[in-house]
């Protein structure tokens, strides 16, 4: 595949086309129709209707590509190519009528993230990188922030909302980080949590009990704007979303030293 720019150019369409749908019916969204998968684990037709509307666009960009969605609404292998999409990042979110929640679509070629788009729904900014092409916010490159430490940081995470097995760790890592950085911020949305890592808005961001299609568009624009993606241990392949650290080069073995030090216990 060669010509990446211009098939970031129509996951860009495809997003902005499921956008439209779900701002639509975010005016006269009838909460009684939400299920519910799991622990405060939630599910509307907002979100099945974004996906099967990506599905369909996506399809038309790479015929023999498969598909790993959140919602499952196709079952589809591709020997080379998978299209890994959420088609509603930050659901919660959505069903209160708060920003921010996301489109996350990201194209894999083996087991390499080769393409990415985020878009924030309400706040009209996309994100997208593809492979050695750098990372763009609107059509503008960007670049992860220079802050040198965790002392001069802005930290962003997502609380445990299903698996609570390590939520004592946790706290003790939060404690940390809110006596020693420049303070935390919880938007409710991972891929918009690496989007701002991308750009520069905040400088770390860790969580677990994360997905594929919550990260697979990030970590590339992560990469892309020049940071650091892995897992707890610094692990930087084969990422699941089990565990994740996203941040700017020059403060990730710092952070990765601090979530080693209460989050591995």
């Not at 998968?37 to 038309?60: A, C, I, P, Q």
């Not at 609404?73 to 020997?79: A, D, L, V």
Request: glycine letters at 10%; aromatic letters at 12%.
């Amino acid at each position: 595949m060669t010509d990446l720019k211009n098939i970031c150019v129509e996951i860009e369409a495809a997003a902005h086309e499921a956008a439209i749908f779900i701002l639509h019916e975010a005016e006269n969204y009838d909460s009684r129709m939400t299920e519910t998968k799991g622990l405060n684990n939630f599910v509307s037709y907002v979100d099945k209707g974004s996906e099967k509307m990506l599905v369909e666009r996506l399809s038309k960009i790479i015929p023999e590509a498969g598909f790993i969605t959140e919602e499952g609404t196709i079952e589809k292998k591709g020997e080379r190519y998978c299209w890994v999409i959420d088609p509603l990042d930050g659901t919660t979110n959505f069903l209160h009528g708060l920003p921010p929640y996301s489109i996350s679509i990201g194209l894999m070629e083996y087991d390499d993230v080769i393409a990415g788009v985020v878009h924030d729904v309400r706040g009209r900014e996309t994100f997208t990188a593809w492979k050695n092409g750098g990372a763009w916010l609107n059509g503008k490159p960007i670049h992860v922030s220079k802050a040198p430490t965790i002392g001069d940081s802005l930290i962003a995470t997502g609380f445990p909302y299903y698996d609570f097995d390590r939520m004592e760790q946790y706290m003790q890592a939060l404690s940390f980080f809110c006596r020693n950085t420049h303070g935390i911020r919880r938007f409710g949305s991972a891929a918009i949590d690496l989007a701002y890592v991308a750009c520069g808005r905040v400088e770390v961001f860790y969580e677990y009990g994360l997905h594929p299609w919550d990260i697979a568009a990030g970590i590339i624009l992560v990469r892309e704007a020049g940071g650091r993606f892995s897992d707890f241990n610094g692990a930087e392949e084969n990422l699941s979303g089990d565990e994740v650290i996203a941040s700017n080069s020059l403060v990730y073995r710092e952070v990765v030293d601090v979530i080693n030090r209460y989050m591995n216990i």
